[in-house]
């Protein structure tokens, strides 16, 4: 396995923008989840997909964001009219369905909101 | 609703010392337990997991944690510190049985090695 991967690693970005990023899972991996991490917190949950179907959001997931999982293998995060209070690592976990209790991470992708 | 508490957000040894890291939790089914491990400005690697077989649990790095289903607790331990082994520590649990597994972390505790 190559390991989550996800792009960019770093994006700066003005109020009021739009991001985009990126997670590719490890191959053959059917689930996919998606946390936020905050300075001096723990990750928290935003989303999760199996296969190309989300199936929960949290409720920290506004209406400004947006994934997709549109094949079942790569997913995006859409964050739309960025707010300061968006900056953060954002995480990307995949696991096997067979083995549903393990999950790998990714390196992350920090945004900084200005 | 599950919760993790980790005592002590930052824990001091000296090299060669035993390493302690607190984690409580809470839910109301029987649960999965993790400890993972995050280098700065990297993701976050599984340390070790408790997924309801043995409770004394064994990971990489020399790392070990117990599940003491009565005090609802889930504490990493290494007998011998070493400098590598600075970062910060994350608690996590999550419910299995057919859930989706997402998992709920504590808030971390930073790990200093001393020389």
């Known amino acids: 396995d190559t390991g989550v991967s996800q792009n960019p690693r770093h994006k700066i970005t003005k109020r009021g923008q739009n991001v985009t990023f990126r997670c590719d899972p490890i191959s053959e991996h059917n689930r996919l989840y998606w946390y936020r991490q905050t300075l001096g917190q723990g990750p928290e949950f935003l989303t999760y997909f199996q296969n190309e179907a989300q199936l929960e959001k949290s409720r920290l997931l506004s209406d400004r964001f947006s994934a997709e999982r549109p094949k079942g293998s790569f997913s995006t995060l859409e964050i739309q009219r960025t707010e300061q209070g968006d900056s953060a690592m954002y995480l990307c976990?995949?696991?096997?369905?067979?083995?549903?209790?393990?999950?790998?991470f990714g390196p992350g992708t920090r945004l900084t909101v200005l | 609703a599950q919760s993790v508490t980790q005592l002590g957000s930052h824990v001091s040894v000296s090299e060669g010392a035993l390493v302690l890291l607190r984690c409580n939790y809470s839910s109301s089914v029987p649960p999965y337990l993790f400890w993972y491990v995050q280098y700065p400005n990297q993701g976050l690697q599984l340390l070790l997991k408790y997924t309801s077989a043995a409770t004394l649990v064994k990971g990489i790095n020399g790392f070990e944690a117990e599940f003491k289903k009565s005090e609802t607790s889930f504490h990493l331990t290494k007998p011998s510190a070493h400098m590598s082994d600075a970062a910060e520590y994350f608690c996590?649990?999550?419910?299995?049985?057919?859930?989706?597994?997402?998992?709920?972390f504590g808030k971390g505790t930073l790990l200093t090695v001393n020389p």
């Open positions: 976990a995949s696991s096997r369905q067979k083995y549903t209790d393990t999950q790998y």
């Open positions: 996590a649990v999550s419910e299995g049985g057919g859930s989706n597994y997402k998992l709920t």
